[in-house]
């Protein structure tokens, strides 16, 4: 007789708090299981039939559940109310349709996100090229991202949003379950490593009310959640096997189980590829392992590490028109980049009882990333084969950060408070200077003494504090609060060098000035965030919170042909407003429409100007207050489920994510700067298509479009002879696939730029340009998956 599983997920109706160790039986007792401290049970071996399920935890009112199996398994999700509180009715629903992107409840893992803004990636459920990263499919469903495809490999992600620089994710506190990924979260906040999405469970993303519980940056949170350890099985086996267009080749597999209360997940990737353009190929390797160990059902300790190391070839930038005559030319084959990223954390995690918990973790990283070649301003210009431009970067950072969530009463109202803490230790090395001649990957210097052009070190330390606390109000409004104080304090010391070369290429003077420069500050940022839920589907939310951002490395002192750096450039400040409103706990619909308002003080961007010898050059320096403001809608319908509600098996969701942004220059020093559009904003920006399945196979079509948008302040929108300014033309995208599930076994096939549109999303202003880096043309993706 065929045996099934009844599965599912406890909450706390009102904060929607995973309920952990919640009895959860059938009929008289018997099966009998606990939910675990993320509210999931799972009872297996249940034979066909009508059986009733019961719950009881201590001060929590139990439900009882008819439920009838008719040859599938079955998944839950259980609301609970409080013995203190009476309300109408209790919530049982069934998980009828899979989205693949939902949002954040209002407590989850030790963070408060009432009234915020947030959205949920589940890649798992996705038709996307996932062996590649591919940014514009994963994030398809999340409103007004701006994305740079350079990279047609997925090594780094470049996501920007709200008209804040993508340059990998600099504007986003950008997190793997919950620790930094960065370079340094203070001082150079790139993220030169991108999890694997074939790895990633779930990615968080938390607009820019995040300020006040991840960081002060004005773009807010992104966290990948990696795939957690299976818990019924001691030993589980994926692997995926992927090959596509211009030897792309990646082998993913993952191993993982449980056995008595020891538990862990590992995976190896290697990928490599020749690209889409000449001199584009590169090697990638990814390791990671998470082992986490339960001492009870209160208690438990687990510790991550990651190790990243590719070596990628660059083709160079183009000028503009070099990338009308063709777009997959190159003239460079001596550049180079190479990224070393080992990452490490160390969680601990108890539950004092029901309404008090905590978290400690210790995190660190130890990482290089080194760029070489020769890149001139004159984009065009042919390689001469002399010395190369040689730039290295040493990161050695570590930092703790503790919380605690406590649920207290007051009356009858349940309250949510949280505190947390965090120390940030950073230090970045970085040097500059001459490379080699030749043409292999030597990240040498030629002369450690006269052939260096700059040589700094950035130590610094962050200090912050910070609390938000729920206010329920009644059984539909609530009001949430919250504090940061930070202490940042940054230093550099180092010198930077002037060399100047004969007619022959030699090095005949060489000058040093030395440099020390200290910036100590402290301050406070504050938010508030609304909600109110007119129904149980339905939630209107508002958030005020201050942001906060100040110079990095990269501002202070890099030598680059085609930009001047400001020296008296000052942190930037400002404040982001959302309103919107969403559906709650829907089966057959999913919306969010939301207006956003975001005012950007001392903004930094770049300028063009024309020096002594007439060459056009950036200057990158503080533009003036910028001000930001648009309309971010998202929205999706399962057609068959609304036709056909008694349908189960099939699905056929349509989904539209539109975005209508305006922005402005309000006030600058800079002449010609005031009422200038502001860079990295395009106007329209849409990602809309239809994925249609069962639970045998799916297939998708997503359309994207962005209109115009500009490199720089002064709406320049020719390149010139460096490329590095003008405009960024609208594109038209295509992208299907279909996936196919055959027991063990699953096949994917992808078609990237079904139109073979040539396009680019990113002028370069130093590495991998500079210039105009073209996107990938029409490729193809096939990926066959076993589970064991």
């Not at 406590?406 to 970045?428: I, P, Q």
Request: charge should be neutral; aromatic fraction near 14%; charged fraction near 20%.
């Amino acid at each position: 007789m065929a045996q099934y599983s009844i599965s599912g997920k406890i909450y706390l109706r009102k904060a929607a708090i995973p309920l952990a160790g919640c009895q959860v039986y059938l009929n008289q007792g018997n099966p009998m299981t606990q939910s675990n401290e993320k509210g999931e049970f799972i009872i297996k071996n249940v034979a066909r039939g009508s059986h009733v399920l019961h719950t009881l935890s201590p001060n929590f009112q139990s439900i009882q559940q008819e439920i009838n199996i008719q040859n599938k398994d079955i998944t839950l999700e259980l609301f609970v109310d409080s013995l203190d509180v009476t309300l109408n009715e209790v919530l049982v629903t069934q998980k009828q349709t899979d989205f693949g992107f939902t949002r954040m409840r209002a407590v989850e893992s030790l963070g408060i996100y009432e009234g915020k803004k947030t959205e949920v990636i589940l890649p798992e459920q996705l038709v996307a090229n996932l062996a590649t990263n591919n940014a514009r499919q994963v994030f398809s469903r999340v409103a007004g991202l701006n994305i740079w495809e350079n990279d047609g490999a997925g090594l780094q992600l470049s996501i920007g949003g709200r008209g804040l620089d993508p340059n990998r994710t600099s504007n986003f506190n950008v997190r793997q379950n919950g620790y930094d990924i960065s370079a340094d979260a203070l001082g150079y906040p790139e993220s030169y490593y991108t999890p694997p999405i074939e790895a990633v469970g779930r990615i968080q993303i938390v607009r820019g009310a995040a300020s006040l519980q991840y960081g002060t940056q004005f773009g807010g949170l992104i966290n990948f959640v990696m795939k957690k350890p299976v818990l019924d099985r001691k030993l589980e086996l994926v692997a995926r096997q992927s090959v596509g267009s211009f030897g792309f080749y990646n082998a993913f597999t993952s191993v993982s189980g449980t056995k008595n209360k020891l538990s862990y997940y590992t995976f190896f990737q290697y990928k490599r590829a020749d690209g889409w353009r000449p001199n584009s190929d590169f090697e990638s390797y990814n390791f990671y392992a998470d082992v986490d160990y339960r001492f009870s059902d209160k208690t438990s300790i687990g510790i991550d590490i990651t190790h990243m190391n590719y070596l990628a070839h660059q083709p160079g930038g183009l000028t503009d028109a070099m990338f009308a005559e063709n777009p997959r030319q190159t003239n460079r084959e001596r550049n180079w980049f190479k990224v070393n990223w080992n990452l490490w954390a160390l969680h601990f995690d108890h539950k004092f009882n029901s309404t008090n918990e905590f978290n400690l973790r210790f995190f660190g990283l130890s990482a290089y990333r080194k760029s070489l070649g020769f890149r001139p301003n004159r984009v065009a210009s042919i390689d001469d084969n002399s010395e190369r431009d040689l730039i290295t970067g040493d990161f050695s950072n570590w930092g703790a950060e503790a919380r605690y969530l406590k649920r207290y009463y007051v009356g009858k109202k349940l309250f949510v408070f949280l505190a947390g803490t965090r120390f940030y230790h950073g230090f970045n090395h970085s040097v500059q200077g001459l490379g080699s001649r030749g043409k292999s990957a030597d990240f040498d210097f030629i002369n450690s003494k006269e052939g260096i052009a700059n040589d700094y070190s950035f130590p610094n330390n962050n200090t912050s504090l910070f609390f938000e606390n729920i206010f329920y109000l009644s059984d539909k409004f609530s009001i949430t609060p919250g504090l940061r104080w930070e202490y940042i304090h940054t230093r550099a010391d180092g010198f930077y060098g002037n060399i100047q070369f004969d007619l022959a290429g030699n090095i005949i003077s060489a000058t040093r000035t030395n440099e020390s420069r200290t910036n100590e500050r402290s301050f406070v940022l504050g938010g508030i965030g609304f909600s109110y839920k007119p129904s149980s589907h339905l939630e209107w939310y508002s958030n005020v919170s201050q942001n906060y951002r100040s110079i990095t490395f990269s501002d202070m002192r890099i030598a680059n042909p085609s930009s001047v750096i400001d020296p008296d450039m000052k942190d930037e400040k400002g404040y982001s407003v959302d309103l919107g409103l969403r559906t709650y706990e829907t089966t057959w619909y999913n919306f969010d429409i939301s207006a956003f308002y975001l005012n950007y003080n001392n903004r930094i961007g770049e300028v063009q100007f024309y020096d002594a010898s007439n060459r056009v050059l950036r200057r990158r320096s503080n533009i003036g207050q910028a001000v930001i403001m648009g309309l971010e809608s998202y929205g999706e319908i399962d057609l068959l489920r609304w036709a056909l509600p008694e349908e189960e098996e099939a699905s056929a969701v349509v989904f539209a994510n539109i975005a209508y942004i305006q922005s402005e220059y309000k006030a600058s020093q800079i002449a010609g700067i005031v009422g200038k559009q502001v860079e990295f904003v395009p106007k329209v920006n849409i990602k809309t298509g239809l994925r249609v399945g069962n639970k045998k196979w799916k297939a998708s079509f997503q359309y994207t479009y962005l209109s115009d948008q500009f490199t720089e302040a002064t709406n320049a929108r020719e390149g010139g002879v460096s490329a590095v300014v003008g405009l960024i033309p609208a594109y038209n995208i295509l992208d299907a696939g279909v996936s196919y599930q055959l027991g063990r076994y699953k096949v994917e096939a992808n078609i990237n730029n079904l139109a073979n549109t040539m396009y680019f999303t990113r002028r370069a202003t130093g590495y991998p340009g500079p210039g105009i880096l073209p996107s990938d043309g029409r490729s193809f993706y096939l990926t066959v998956q076993g589970k064991f």
